[in-house]
């Protein structure tokens, strides 16, 4: 917080800008207890000094009559800046009257006659100075506040994820897996939608809680018996029907935490873990769901899953070549799959596929 | 501030309690913008374009001069400079003219008396 305040320079200068020696030793006298002194001889200078030491001024004291550039030109210029908000201007001038609307209506904060009365200007000025130190240091800190509010909202978002992740892996360890394959289908799913035409129409955001639903995809597995998930002999056809509640379970159960339904990846979970065994040509389970009928969302975790499946080795199977993979999903042995979705992912392979070479494990990890 | 410079000063129609005021009771201050005045050139200047009847020029060294003389608190001379800048920006540029004798005079009256004082 400290360091934070640092970065904001320190407004201490007053710059007396005035043609006339006198005038400028006169205010020089009155103001150089209080403020550190800036002067110029003219309009064009003092813009010139105004530009140059911007937030470093707590007020510019003005002449009207200057040579060069006047004051109501320098108050123009200023104000094409931006600059009348941060710094007031106090036009200081031996005929006030005259001065006085053009100057309010260009935005100078007071105009002040001259010759001047030393304590009238130097409290007009003071005032006005600890009422722009006041909001500046107000502002300050609600910036700060929103940055820590911000900060505050990542850490739940991030531990959210990672409540997320921690159950899904917990699930996966039941049958015997490390807990990447949930890490690799979040990062699978990622790439084909941000990579590909796959994911078309869909944002950034919609990418991400896409891709952190893709984690829950199996959440379900949670209420199969051990005795069937860990199976390693080929499923009983009533165990395969058991097998398969898993993702009608999952979306009951996502169903179920109501604190869930809140967060935006809550619609693509639960659709996920109910659609990812559909297939293109409706002999998928639990529903039967044919072509477009089927999530984009849902489609891409699908083909994911199975791309996971064949590359590691299972309870139930060794891990296959890359090439017997790649038969296995272009031949539709493990289910029919969208073919504008088959070029898409193919068009990709190549890239996902280094998530299975230890050397390019680095890369995907990050 | 010498009680004797100060009352001299006075005399000329110099208010030096008021422009010690505004120079914060700074005497030094307000000597060395004396010395200033007595160098400035803006009297001079006055005369010439008056003679001249280059106007803008008047104005021009009029408008300096009352900013000096107000600053000084040689509240005379302040009056017939405001006057005569007034009169040149009311396009009376006659009647302002007119007032250099009366300027000159006071002008005269201030210089010998700093001059006495040992600020020339």
Known sequence: MELEQEKHVVADTV???DDDE???????????????IEEAENGEEGLAKVLQLQDKLCAILLDVMMPKMNGFEVVRKLNEHNLLDRIPVFMIT??????MKEAYHLGVMDVISKPVIPYIVLRRVNSVVELFRARRSLENRVEQQQNQLLLNAQKIIDLNQGMIETLSTAIEFRNGESGEHVRRIHDITKFIMKNTEFGKGLSDEDIDNIALASIMHDVGKIAIPDAILNKTARLEPEEYEIMKTHTIQ???????????????????????????????????????????EISPWAQVVSIADVYDALSCKRVYKDAFPREKVNEMIRTNQCGVFNPRL?????????????????EDKEYWTQ | MDAVVKETLCSAGINVDSALERFMGNDNLLIKFLKKFAADENYEKLVKAVEQKDREAALAASHTLKGISGNLAMDRLFELCKTQVDLYR??????????ISEITAEYGKITSVLASCGMI
């Open chain 1, 15 to 17: 710059l007396i800008v």
């Open chain 1, 22 to 36: 006198i005038n400028r030793g006169i205010l020089d006298n009155i103001f150089g207890d209080d403020y550190k």
């Open chain 1, 94 to 99: 031996a005929e006030p009257d005259a001065a």
């Open chain 1, 250 to 292: 999952g979306a009951a159960l996502l169903e179920r935490i109501p604190q869930l339904h809140e967060n935006g990846a809550y619609q693509y979970a639960h659709d996920i873990a109910r659609h990812h065994h559909e297939r293109w040509d409706g002999r998928g389970y639990p529903d039967g769901l044919k072509g477009d």
């Open chain 1, 342 to 358: 088959l070029e898409c992912f193919f068009e990709v392979e190549e890239e996902l596929s280094k998530m299975y070479r230890k």
């Open chain 2, 90 to 99: 009311a396009d009376k540029p006659d009647e302002a003219d007119a007032l």
